[in-house]
C-alpha cells in the first residue's frame, strides 16, 4: 500500500495530473467562452439569412406526432448550430497555436536576438558552430 501511496504522489508532484488538471479548467473555461460566442455573436447574424427563424428548431419531420405515436425527426438545425461550434474551436484553436510556434520558431532562432533563445537551443546551436568549424578546418587539412 505504501508503495502505491508513493507512485501516487510522484506522479502527481511531477505535474501530471496537475497539467492535466489545468487543461481540463482551461478547456472548460475555453468551452463556455465559445459556446457564448457563437450563441451571442455568431448565430444572429446567420439567422439573418433564415429569416430570423432558429436554427436549433429546425428538423425534417419524418413521422407525425399523433395520440399514441410519439414524433420522429431528424433535428439539423442543431447539427448545423454544433458544426458552427466546432469549426469556430478548431479554427481559434489553429490560431492560438500559430500564435505560440511564431514565438517559439523564434525563441528557437539563435540568430534573433529579439527573442532570448533558451539555454540548450544556444548550445546545440554553438555545437553545430564548431562542428562546422571542424569539418571546415578538416577539409583545408586534407587538401
Keep these: 500500500m505504501k508503495k502505491l501511496f508513493n507512485e501516487f504522489k510522484n506522479f502527481a508532484v511531477k505535474g ?3 497539467d492535466m488538471a489545468i487543461g481540463i ?12 460566442l ?3 455573436i455568431v448565430m444572429p447574424p446567420l ?3 433564415t ?10 419531420v419524418l413521422r407525425s406526432a399523433s395520440e399514441n405515436i410519439e414524433e420522429v425527426a ?3 438545425g442543431e447539427f448545423v448550430e454544433v458544426m458552427v461550434d466546432f469549426l469556430i474551436v478548431a479554427f481559434t484553436i489553429f490560431m492560438v497555436f500559430k500564435f505560440i510556434n511564431k514565438f ?6 539563435p540568430e534573433d536576438k529579439e527573442i532570448e533563445t533558451p539555454k ?12 562546422q568549424e571542424q569539418n571546415n578546418l578538416l577539409k583545408n587539412k586534407n587538401e
Excluded: C, H, P
Design 104 to 109: 517559439k520558431n523564434k525563441a528557437e532562432d
Design 47 to 49: 439567422s439573418l439569412f
Design 16 to 18: 501530471n495530473m496537475i
Design 38 to 40: 457563437v450563441k451571442t
Design 74 to 76: 431528424i433535428g439539423y
Design 120 to 131: 540548450q537551443i544556444e548550445l546545440l546551436s554553438n555545437l553545430e558552430k564548431l562542428m
Design 25 to 36: 479548467i482551461i478547456g472548460t473555461a475555453f468551452n463556455n467562452v465559445v459556446n457564448s
Design 51 to 60: 429569416d430570423g427563424t432558429n436554427l436549433s428548431n429546425k428538423k425534417w
